[in-house]
């Protein structure tokens, strides 16, 4: 991957929180912004980069995710709603409104109608397309969650919590059993540092956490879930920043957004840094990998940027 962008987007006024490649569509790229906007990119188009633009939140948009299901895409924000949206003709197709402001969504990977979803209230939902209704509940204090995420077999749930008291981090992490809706783990993480990011790797029974200490964490994604505690990945900074991370396709390399607007690409198995892309003035918050071409990334910016690197 060269150092350079490739393609630089810009029509969100605030900043995107997230980002992501479809799938099925692959050269299609979906952001959502402060704005209370869900922008559709065709980054390679000559003439119209941005394909449709969504405005069916009233709040900011906090995540976006591209279903596997037809041309469409799932999003959720401060609007205490998830919304199925059809990119193709511009129109909401399900709605699924919740009691609680919400931050990250993350679709089941492989069953295509379920979806989690996780809000300011602590309570993580799984729900179900077909019926439109939250089958299961996950919740375990108050905290607002920060991200969801399904370990590599999807029997299992990793949620990351914003722990507001005092160097309290017994439920920053927790891991769920799906079928018993249970918490599996206690303490996982003991550090005194809150997670906005949580991924797992795509081939090894293991799960990063994106840690407010400036570095990323590795965990075991079996029982009992421990913390490698001679790994971590830091070079970066994340500065209260919601930064998020993404392992690239092959598993080799984990690819972090950075406060002081750099991207940082780390050897997963060594951990040292490989390299480092300065991208933005401001900070760089997701990091998208294209889910085609290894060497295409997408990042956005607190600033409201949008990029694609080669």
């Known amino acids: 991957m060269s150092q350079r962008v490739s393609i630089a987007l810009s029509s969100h006024s605030r900043a995107v929180n997230a980002i992501h490649w479809s799938p099925n569509h692959a050269h299609l790229l979906a952001s959502a912004?402060?704005?209370?906007?869900?922008?559709?990119?065709?980054?390679?188009?000559?003439?119209?980069?941005?394909?449709?633009?969504?405005n069916?939140?009233?709040a900011a948009v906090k995540d976006v995710k591209w279903s596997l299901q037809g041309l469409s895409v799932l999003s959720c924000g401060f609007d205490c709603s998830s919304r199925l949206v059809d990119v193709e003709k511009g129109v909401?197709?399900?709605?699924?409104?919740e009691d609680q402001m919400l931050g990250?969504?993350?679709?089941?990977?492989?069953?295509f109608n379920l979806f989690l979803s996780g809000g300011s209230q602590g309570r993580i939902r799984l729900w179900d397309i077909r019926n439109g209704k939250a089958v299961h509940e996950f919740a375990r204090g108050h905290d607002p969650i920060l991200d969801v995420e399904f370990t590599r077999n999807c029997r299992q749930i990793i949620s990351s919590s914003d722990i507001s008291r005092s160097n309290v981090s017994e439920n920053s992490i927790v891991v769920w059993d799906v079928s018993r809706q249970v918490p599996?783990?206690?303490?996982?993480?003991?550090?005194?540092?809150?997670?906005?990011?949580?991924?797992?790797?795509?081939?090894?029974?293991?799960?990063?956490?994106?840690?407010?200490?400036?570095?990323?964490?590795?965990?075991?994604?079996?029982?009992?879930?421990?913390?490698?505690?001679?790994?971590?990945?830091?070079?970066?900074?994340?500065?209260?920043?919601?930064i998020k991370c993404n392992f690239?396709?092959?598993g080799e390399s984990l690819i972090s957004g950075s406060s002081d607007g750099s991207i940082y690409f780390y050897n997963?198995?060594?951990?040292?840094?490989?390299?480092?892309?300065?991208a933005y003035e401001q900070a760089s918050v997701d990091i998208a990998?294209?889910?085609?071409?290894?060497?295409?990334?997408?990042?956005?910016?607190?600033?409201?940027?949008?990029?694609?690197?080669?």
């Not at 869900?38 to 980054?43: D, H, M, S, T």
Request: aromatic fraction near 12%; include cysteine; glycine fraction near 4%.
């Open 184 to 242: 599996l783990s206690n303490q996982v993480y003991v550090e005194a540092y809150t997670c906005p990011c949580v991924r797992s790797h795509p081939s090894d029974s293991v799960f990063v956490a994106q840690s407010n200490g400036d570095y990323i964490a590795l965990f075991s994604s079996s029982p009992p879930f421990k913390l490698n505690k001679y790994k971590r990945y830091q070079s970066h900074g994340v500065s209260g920043f919601p």
């Open 289 to 310: 990998v294209h889910p085609i071409l290894p060497n295409v990334i997408a990042s956005c910016s607190w600033n409201g940027e949008v990029s694609v690197f080669e």
């Open 33 to 54: 912004g402060m704005d209370h906007s869900i922008c559709i990119w065709n980054p390679w188009s000559s003439d119209q980069k941005i394909a449709r633009k969504l």
């Open 104 to 111: 990250a969504v993350k679709f089941h990977e492989e069953n």
């Open 248 to 250: 690239s396709l092959d």
């Open 92 to 97: 909401e197709i399900q709605v699924f409104k």
């Open 268 to 278: 997963y198995k060594s951990s040292e840094l490989v390299r480092k892309i300065k």
């Open 56 to 58: 069916v939140h009233s």
